[in-house]
């Protein structure tokens, strides 16, 4: 240690040989020498230094830089009332550019008395400042700032860019880079500093100042440290405010106004400020008392963080899907590492196709239906609504709240049942019978008819009665039970299918292949919710693979668009920082099934509806509707699907942990059906009938779903029982 008079310290070690004393002097005159070089003031006096070999390498240095290239807010808007609203802001950080006459006159006035008093006076570079930083930089004898307004706006625009990097490695050396208080970095922010003043107004430099400062909390720029102070805008700021708030920006982590803590440094820091004010002629010596007699306290109104979709306005589930779909956005660049890096840097607009009045609908009965507090077991709901022949999601909802937070309750998830696993983190759950459609699909595709006959009985089949690519089965038989007795005997296909009846789907899968049927539900856009292939087994054709709501939305609304498979897109255009429209998803649809099959589906499919298992789901309001409902063993996981020709919806109700474990003392087997439980005064097992049913009613009283047609009718030699069987096209 080191005695300096009163102070005791520890020379920093970069420093240990550096020659102190005169020696310090002679590099201050260097640096001021350099300054006198390159035109910055005319000091040529204080330094005989003007080495062309030291101007051609400062004049090396780079020199590209600009203003509004920081990271900013990406906005994400739903509709409601046929009008585009925010739900949710997503930030790496949080920053709102300002036009100049945006900010607080009291707040540019304090920038300047409070970090460059000298700011409209000289150049990028104060060489009084600079000189005096560098001798107290050198000999350890004082302050070795000396930045200006522009130097510091480097700084914070050269941190703002390391942030945006691929890696966190890269992200890290190019911050300690931009931090970095060496003579060198000096140096160069000196250089771009110049580039910056050449390029850009006095005026253009302090509000990109203002726009780009670091107050503390992730909260960058006066107007989101307004906001996130104050609950005010950066126009508004009083004067005391407004001095509080450039008091932050020396040591925003110790000086900012989120924490009561730290009021007393930041008011020694803003009386300070104050005084510059009043002695550079900024303010009144009334204003100056007023402002310094006015208490921190008195001021400060903390807002709540908006960051991320956990603070979204609504459709919090939807939001999260927004977000995980940026990797595969193409408007936002050409890869996936360009993508993400644009995302980060922010300032898009995200138009998405999600309809909040109808999202309103749908969480309101689902938390009413679906209690996500349920103590019996882990109650799952969830319900999802798009547009057939575009894909547009129009509604995405769920039982439980979000949260992705470690204080997550019970009756809190950051799962979205809606989706698959790389979208969400859910796994799907089992269809039951909605997956019959497939079948159904595929009897038509090979010349079957609706009105043919097929044996419903219960009965067990050996594996070699069905085959997959033409060969027959190996492995145990297939013990196939129907939902309730007396539903068997010889029915038409026609029957079978508004009633559900197994025994008759296993008839036609007997008759057909089960690797056409996996492929019918594949061009259908079906897969699995966890990545892997579906299993073609017997049992699938029951519903026995884990698939995502949001996938058999739009496998039903495959037949109801006339056999037209279209992706799910929940973002209609993109609009950048400049206003430019990028567009959004393309439409990704394709000819999946030929319209003739897709009508006749549709039309065994009303029988549903009309005479069928999901007769209390229909709002009988004239509007054509078809679908399947789908129970699993045990009745563990509930399922409607069902579509119009305007809307398609999926909705699920059940055990997230699928066939539960224990959970209480009445039911040690852990058999927990939702047809012997009552859930919100309804049995569990109709819940998804009372969902399905309000959500429908409100799509079709809603003007902007109107006009739901009729679907085509079928086709005739598709319906008649005295049809002959025809071969499949693509058979030898």
Known sequence: MFDNGSVEYEPDRSRRNIVRGFGGLVVASIVAGLLVATSLAPIAAVTGVTARDGLDAFDALPSDISLGDTAQRNTIYATRDGQYVKIAEVFDQNREDLAWDEVSQFLKDAAVAGEDHRYYEHGAVDPKSLARAAFGYFTNTGDSGGSTIAMQLVKNIRVHESQQLPSEEEREAAYVEAIDKSPTRKVQEIRLAIALEKKYTKEEILLGYLNVAGFGRATYGVEAAAERYFSSSAKDLTLAQSASLIATVQTPDSFNLGDPANYPKNQTRRDLILNNMLEYGHITQEQHDEAIATPIESYVKLSEPTQGCLYASDAQFFCDYVVKKVPFLTALGATEEERNANWKRGGYEIYTSLDLNQQDVAQAQLNARAPADEARFDLGAAAVAMQPGTGKILVMAQNKSYNNTPQATAAQTSINFNTDNAMGGSNGFQTGSTYKIFTLVDWLKAGHTVRESVNGNERVIP??????????????????????????????????????????????????????????????????????????????????????????????????????????????????????????????????????????????????????????????????????????????????IGSTTKVALAVWVGNIKGNPAKITTKNPAGEQSLRRITIARNNGANIKFIVFEEMLKAFNANPAYAGAEDFPAPDPALVSGRGKVAPRADSD
């Open 463 to 640: 594996a070699n009665q069905f085959k997959c690519d033409g060969v027959p089965g190996v492995g145990e038989a297939f013990d196939v039970g129907n939902d309730t007795s007396g539903e068997g005997g010889n029915q038409t296909v026609l029957s079978a299918t508004a009633r559900s009846v197994n025994g008759a789907f296993a008839s036609m899968a007997q008759k057909l292949d089960l690797c056409e049927i996996r492929d019918v539900a594949v061009s259908m856009g079906v897969h699995r919710a966890d990545g892997t292939e579906l299993k073609p087994n017997p049992s699938s054709i029951l519903g026995t693979n884990e698939i995502a709501p949001l996938t058999m939305a739009a496998a039903v609304a495959t037949i109801s668009a006339g056999g037209v498979y279209c992706a799910p897109t929940a973002i209609d255009r993109i609009v950048d920082t400049l206003g430019k429209d990028l567009g959004g998803e393309a439409p990704q649809c394709a000819q999946a099934i030929e319209p003739n099959i897709a009508a006749t589906a549709a039309y065994a499919l009303e029988g549903v509806f009309t005479n069928g298992t999901a007769v209390s789901a229909n709002p009988r309001d004239g509007i054509a509707i078809m679908g399947k409902t789908g129970t699993t063993d045990g009745s563990h996981q509930n399922w409607l």
